[in-house]
């Protein structure tokens, strides 16, 4: 789980920052709360990161 400071570092840095919110994490983690870090993406599967890349 990424963590507010986390994206906050990234930013920043000037990086494009991601959220990995997967299905499993919903049950500790609400969307509300990933929402509020700002991360430039939220994506629930590691492949979706192809798509932010290409």
């Known amino acids: ?6 994206i906050f570092a990234g ?3 000037g990086i494009t920052t991601v959220s ?3 299905d499993d994490n919903k049950r500790y983690y609400s969307e ?3 929402k509020s870090y700002k991360a ?3 994506i629930n599967n590691l492949m979706d ?3 932010i890349v290409n």
Request: aromatic share 20%; glycine share 0%.
């Open 1 to 6: 789980m990424i963590s507010p400071k986390d």
């Open 11 to 13: 930013k920043s840095a």
């Open 20 to 22: 990995f919110y997967p």
């Open 32 to 34: 509300y709360d990933i």
């Open 40 to 42: 430039d993406f939220i």
């Open 49 to 51: 990161l192809v798509k």
